[in-house]
């Protein structure tokens, strides 16, 4: 739609741009397209400036949001009890007396008499005197007079001249031709006549015979006896107290409550002198307690009952049977068998062959060449130079000191002491000793006991319970949609157009004039 509003102001923009024909746009009402060529340039000027705006009328699309009522399908899940029998084993567990022989170990503790040797420790105390000597430091202080002498070091500043040569660099340029051989490769072409041998193959068909075995086999019958349990089943009737009862419903009244209430008396109509009228004269608002009426309570109450129910039982006896049961023994038979098997053999027979071999043989041709090599030779000139170096010397002084020195000088003494040490003397003495030592020994005593072993009946009861069955209903639920509807309307735009002005007729050019227009020239 926005296209069509720019459509009517494209082609008065292109009707202004053509130069070929200029026509104006007043609804076609006047044309220039007969004006001749001698209209002055200022008719035309001011014939462009004319401009004017005028009412477009557009047509424009609006979306109007609009909502709607939709419905759709959901399923509500409801769960309905419904009474079911199950029918279960019940398992009941009997025991039987089995007899079994047992070997009881039975435990005797018996002694025999066992003779040893002990080595027994006899300690025995002596004593001895021992002389040692013992040195006793004695100190004597001395004193000594000591001699030493002590270097002084005396400095002294000298000066010497110091020669010394030193080696500067000459640089000479010289030039020498130096002869060198190169060896320039010249190939030649020979051929020789190589012998190899190929070895060629030849098949040979051959046949021998192949011996080997295949087991048969050879099925025998057989019988075996196999005990198998049998269960017998065992109808009888059993009778047990039910705990039941009923819901008995109880209807009890129960007075309402009281409660205060506000009553208001009834008013009466006065004649009031001032307004010349009857007014209404309300009554008086009092409290009252007012008693609620009474409510009927239902509650159920559960009545317990103890009923007698017989039931009928199975019990199943096991048995043990014994049938014999035939079975097949699969046996292999060995049986030698001969078969002629073909095969083939290769053998390869020697051939000589010949055959030309062409090679290239380089044969190295040397060839003398001169070249002038230019070198630079560095020739060392020597220099004597002298410089002056100052030292310092430094002579030693010598210096006698006395000095008194204090020591002391120990002495060992010699003295002789005397100690008496006691010792143990350990002698073993046999001795031959008795001792009873146990052992055991066992013996086996046969024993005859019995086990009760359990095994399982199964008794089939039945019994009612209620599951819930899930049920999907269906329902309509309104849901709102809400939707664009597109909408034309009708709209004024203003328009800009500007076309030249009629004037033909004032340029003094009145006879070669023949404009068209609804107001005349």
């Known amino acids: 739609m926005r296209l069509f509003c720019y459509v009517p102001i494209l082609a008065v923009a292109v009707a202004v741009v053509s130069v070929e024909q200029a026509s104006a746009a007043l609804c076609g009402a006047a044309s220039y397209r007969f004006c001749s060529a001698g209209c002055s340039d200022n008719c035309y000027a001011e014939a462009k400036q004319h401009c004017y705006t005028v009412m477009k009328t557009c047509r424009e699309v609006v979306y109007d949001k609009k909502e709607y009522t939709c419905y759709k399908t959901v399923y509500d899940t409801v769960c309905e009890p419904r009474t079911i029998t199950c029918t279960h084993q019940r398992r009941e567990t009997h025991y039987r007396d089995c007899p079994y022989t047992v070997r009881k170990p039975v435990f005797e503790t018996r002694y025999r008499t066992c003779n040893y040797t002990v080595c027994k420790p006899v300690w025995e105390t002596r004593q001895r005197d021992i002389c040692y000597t013992v040195c006793k430091p004695r100190w004597e202080t001395k004193t000594r007079q000591t001699c030493y002498t002590v270097c002084k070091p005396v400095w002294e500043t000298k000066t010497r001249d110091i020669c010394y040569t030193v080696c500067k660099p000459v640089w000479e340029t010289k030039s020498r031709d130096i002869c060198y051989t190169v060896c320039r490769p010249h190939w030649e072409t020979h051929s020789r006549t190589i012998c190899y041998t190929v070895c060629n193959p030849v098949w040979e068909t051959k046949t021998r015979d192949i011996c080997y075995t295949v087991c048969k086999p050879v099925y025998e019958t057989c019988h075996r006896t196999v005990c198998r349990t049998i269960c017998t089943p065992i109808h009888y009737t059993k009778t047990y107290n039910v705990c039941c009862g009923h819901w008995d419903t109880h209807v009890s009244e129960c007075p309402g409550p009281v409660i205060c209430k506000c009553v208001q008396d009834p008013g009466c109509w006065t004649w009031d002198p001032c307004c010349c009228r009857c007014v209404y ?33 199975v019990r199943y006896e096991r048995n043990v049977v014994s049938e014999q049961v035939p079975y097949t023994v699969c046996r292999m038979v060995p049986e030698t068998r001969t078969k002629t098997c073909t095969y083939r053999v290769c053998r390869m027979v020697p051939e000589t062959r010949t055959k030309v071999c062409n090679y290239r043989v380089c044969k190295m041709i040397p060839e003398t060449r001169t070249k002038t090599c230019t070198y630079r030779v560095c020739r060392m000139v020597p220099e004597t130079r002298t410089k002056t170096c100052s030292y310092r010397v430094c002579r030693m002084v010598p210096e006698t000191r006395t000095r008194t020195c204090t020591y002391r000088v120990c002495h060992m003494v010699p003295e002789t002491r005397t100690k008496t040490c006691t010792y143990r003397v350990c002698h073993m003495e046999k001795e031959c000793r008795t001792k009873q030592v146990p052992y055991r020994v066992c013996n086996y005593v046969t024993e005859t006991r019995v086990k009760r072993v359990p095994y399982t009946v199964c008794t089939p009861v039945q019994t009612t319970r209620t599951i819930q069955i899930k049920k999907c209903i269906p329902r309509c639920v309104p849901y709102t949609v809400t939707r664009c509807e597109p909408r034309v309307i009708c709209k004024q735009v203003p328009v800009t157009i500007c076309c030249p002005a009629p004037c033909c007729c004032d340029c003094g050019c009145k006879s070669r004039c023949r404009c068209k227009h609804k107001f005349g020239c």
């Open 281 to 313: 004269c309300p009554g008086e608002c009092r409290m009252v307690q007012v008693q609620c009426p009474p409510r009927t309570i239902c509650r159920k109450v559960w009545v317990p009952e103890v009923r007698q129910k017989t039931v009928k039982c």
